[in-house]
């Protein structure tokens, strides 16, 4: 199976993410994981891509489909995977398109996350002090629910188009939102 999860930041993909991965069987691949991993190390990429974070702004489309790519280019994403955080973007929907049906594949739905903008902002503000995420303050916060509605919104428009889109409200306890989003593939199948 291979899967997408969208929805704004706050909306949680990525709590959502490893269980639905671990309830199918497949590998959750975390870009956001990906970056923060880079981050920690101290990479060259993590130093870029920090600076790019902290300003609220998302890693140029280049780095992130070649940090895409190679991941799902590893023996342990060959029986499936759920990506979250990628594609943010049509220009990245085409790159992953062109990688899929490269290898002779395609996407099997693409769930979307669907919260209130508000109530968003209210779950960031609220992680950044659990967390202490140098990525999480208001004025971040906007920036990035501003960056997500332009660039990343059309994605559900294309992937509805598509007959892939599965909408789900992201609203409840992570069990309830857990049980709708496999209900909602599971009737897909």
Do not use: C
């Not at 975390?30 to 920690?40: L, V, Y």
């Not at 993590?46 to 974070?53: N, T």
């Amino acid at each position: 199976m291979r899967l997408l999860i969208i929805g704004a930041p706050g909306a949680g993909k990525g709590t959502q993410a490893s269980a639905i991965a671990s309830h199918y069987g497949v590998l959750a691949i975390s870009t956001g994981d990906i970056f923060r991993a880079n981050i920690k190390g101290g990479t060259e990429l993590g130093k870029k891509v920090k600076a790019i974070m902290d300003a609220g702004d998302l890693v140029p489309d280049e780095v992130t489909d070649e940090i895409v790519v190679d991941r799902l280019g590893q023996p342990d994403a060959v029986g499936g995977f759920l990506l979250d955080g990628y594609p943010r973007n049509l220009h990245q929907v085409s790159a992953l398109d062109t990688y899929l049906s490269g290898k002779g594949e395609s996407l099997d739905a693409v769930i979307s996350l669907e919260v209130d903008p508000e109530l968003l902002t209210a779950r960031l503000l609220k992680r950044a002090e659990i967390e202490g995420r140098s990525d999480d303050n208001e004025e971040t916060i906007r920036n990035r629910m501003s960056v997500y509605s332009s660039q990343t919104e059309p994605l559900i428009d294309h992937y509805r188009q598509a007959g892939l889109l599965v909408p789900v409200d992201g609203v409840g306890e992570i069990s309830e939102v857990h049980d709708r989003i496999v209900a909602a593939l599971d009737a897909r199948a």
